[in-house]
């Protein structure tokens, strides 16, 4: 992505991508005349002191530019010359920062970060870091590759291509690389808190990059390959062999079938609500206690095949979960029910309740400005439901198959979500983004710990008048 700055004659700076503008605010002339330096490159340290009023402008700009993810940061030579490596943003407000660090510190790479060609450069990331680093230099890569055992930084020093003390600690604060203490032997419980050991490198990976909040690659219906190759067919191709005709076996009148029958083919996406004549509280009830309730629990032991595995405790809830494990949590963003202020709740369904969490009010606008562009819909949902998934309770159990279980388990609660209100009269739909980072502020929660994996709009539809 290439951004272009364009100075109006009002002293007004606008940010221009993709054919979309960002205002960054009003500027003095010798600020918009230092800021068009920044297309080369300003030194940090050129701005970083706040000395003349156009420094701290420029200063600010920057700042600004940096929220919104619009900036990259050249790594190279003090005297000039080909950049080593370029630090590109994939979270807002990503600002460099260099951690200290000793010639006996003991750093090793992050079991998370990896190195993959893109497009004619070495990427490397991590579902952990808040940038990805753009390696330019093989040497740079070829240190890297060492860390996979844990080294000082004295002993990195000694190495051909040592790239210096201030990019290891860019990667250390950016947590690519992280500390190990002496005489530590297991790696994997020692980076992080005990949730994340829990996770497995492919699971973490996908949670990110198949969510917002954590990854800057466009995400969502963009349709990418459009100019490559036509669009897949809606049916396969049939295979080839004597076919067996079904449509005779099926009864003479098929309108006439269950009541599940019925609720399957009434289940459909309502997009347009009715806010007129919201959802009532007692409505909601009905939802939650018939989708998600927990209706009893019970225990059973861990079988390690030798009988002494642990007890663990289980619930009974109205959908089928892998495991039995029922990792899945809702949230509730309510932006109109009746009877309930609008605001963000975690239904409790232990006890059928509904706890507020209070939120900044332009997460709440955001979380629903959100659901709309999903949806490409006229209106906000008066309720969205946001499913959260507690990774631990899948994860400590299994393996390598941990999230994909998540995302089984997710489908089978959003069927669940859209027959009952298919049911109750009602309209729903289900919603394929989350913000994972945004989510992770709004509850304190890290990422990593339970997290947005997917989201369903709930409220009563709106009928067009005849």
Not at 105 to 116: E, G, K, P, T
Not at 309 to 333: C, D, H, Q, W
Request: charged residues 20%; hydrophobic residues 40%.
């Amino acid at each position: 992505m290439h951004i272009a700055l364009e100075p109006r004659a009002d002293g007004n700076i606008l940010a221009w991508f993709n054919g979309y503008s960002v205002g960054l605010g009003k500027f003095s002339t010798a600020a918009v005349e230092q800021a068009q330096r920044l297309r080369t490159g300003l030194p940090l340290t050129s701005f970083s002191a706040a000395r003349s009023a156009a420094v701290r402008e420029v200063d600010l700009l920057v700042r600004r530019l940096a929220r919104s993810g619009l900036l990259e940061y050249r790594f190279g030579p003090p005297k000039g010359g080909n950049d080593h490596v370029i630090i590109e943003p994939q979270m807002p407000e990503y600002w460099p920062q260099v951690a200290k660090l000793a010639a006996n510190d003991r750093i090793v790479l992050s079991r998370f970060a990896y190195m993959r060609r893109r497009g004619d450069e070495m990427i490397l990331e991590s579902p952990l870091a808040a940038a990805l680093f753009r390696i330019r230099d093989p040497k740079i890569a070829a240190t890297l590759t060492s860390l996979a055992t844990p080294q000082t930084l004295g002993k990195l020093r000694r190495q051909d291509g040592f790239p210096g003390a201030e990019l290891i600690g860019l990667l250390l604060d950016c947590g690519m690389l992280f500390r190990v203490a002496a005489g530590s032997s297991g790696l994997r419980a020692d980076e992080g808190d005990d949730n994340l050991v829990l996770w497995d490198f492919h699971d973490l990976l996908f949670h990110t990059h198949s969510t917002e909040g954590r990854q800057a690659n466009p995400l969502g219906g963009l349709y990418p390959y459009a100019d490559t190759m036509p669009p897949p067919p809606s049916v396969r191709a049939t295979w080839p062999g004597q076919a067996i005709d079904l449509r005779h076996l099926l009864p003479e009148s098929p309108n006439r079938g269950s009541s599940a029958l019925n609720l399957f083919r009434a289940r459909h996406s309502t997009r347009d609500f009715d806010d007129n004549d919201p959802i009532t509280l007692a409505e909601l009830s009905q939802f939650l206690d018939n989708t998600a309730r927990i209706k009893a629990h019970w225990e059973n032991r861990a079988d390690l095949g030798d009988g002494s595995g642990p007890m663990i405790a289980y619930t009974v809830r109205p959908y089928p979960s892998g495991g039995s494990s029922y990792e899945l949590e809702l949230y509730l963003t309510v932006a109109n029910c009746r009877g309930l202020d609008r605001g963000f709740y975690h239904y409790d369904a232990d006890r059928h309740a509904l706890v507020p969490i209070s939120v900044q009010p332009q997460d709440i606008e955001a979380q629903l400005d959100s659901a709309i562009f999903a949806m490409d819909a006229p209106n906000s949902p008066q309720v969205l439901i946001t499913i959260a998934a507690r990774f631990d309770r899948i994860s400590w159990k299994y393996s390598s198959i941990a999230y994909s279980l998540v995302l089984k388990n997710v489908g089978v609660m959003m069927q669940t979500l859209y027959l009952m209100a298919a049911d109750m009269g009602l309209g729903g739909c289900a919603i394929g983004n989350n913000n994972i980072d945004r989510f992770a502020r709004m509850t304190g929660v890290e990422f990593h710990v339970e997290g947005p994996v997917g989201q369903f709009a709930l409220g009563r539809a709106w009928i067009e008048p005849e």
